[in-house]
């Protein structure tokens, strides 16, 4: 079983920055791409960015140059630093993982999420 665990999260101003951490561990074999998502309340889970296990990036086009998404293979974590947030970027942001389990077969695994909430 691959669990993953997101941090960083909270209440911040608007024009601040906060940086998101997403640990995966657990039956891990390989880790293929890896990405961060958020979901508001009654809304679909929305695709923000993601990293390939050579440091390939790809963005949504409404957080590109604004979020920047960056991997530690070592560590088997993604980041994700959100600048300049705005109140409508307040939602729960959860981190992805695949790959495949050191015991065999693929994984797609999902964080718990973690509230980020942007308000002064």
């Known amino acids: 079983q691959v669990e993953i665990v997101e941090s960083g999260g909270g209440l911040v101003q608007p024009g601040k920055t906060l940086v998101l951490s997403c640990a995966a561990a657990g039956n891990i074999g390989r880790l293929d791409d890896m990405g961060w998502y958020r979901q508001d309340p009654g809304n679909e889970r929305d695709f923000l960015a993601s990293?390939?296990?050579?440091?390939?990036?790809n963005y949504q086009p409404l957080v590109k140059g604004r979020f920047t998404i960056a991997r530690d293979n070592a560590k088997n974590m993604v980041f994700l630093q959100m600048n300049n947030l705005k109140p409508s970027d307040t939602a729960r942001y959860h981190c992805?993982?695949?790959?495949?389990?050191?015991?065999?077969?693929?994984?797609?695994?999902w964080g718990p999420g973690i509230q980020v909430t942007v308000s002064s």
């Open positions: 990293i390939d296990s050579d440091g390939r990036a």
């Open positions: 992805r993982a695949d790959g495949r389990q050191q015991t065999g077969g693929s994984f797609i695994a």
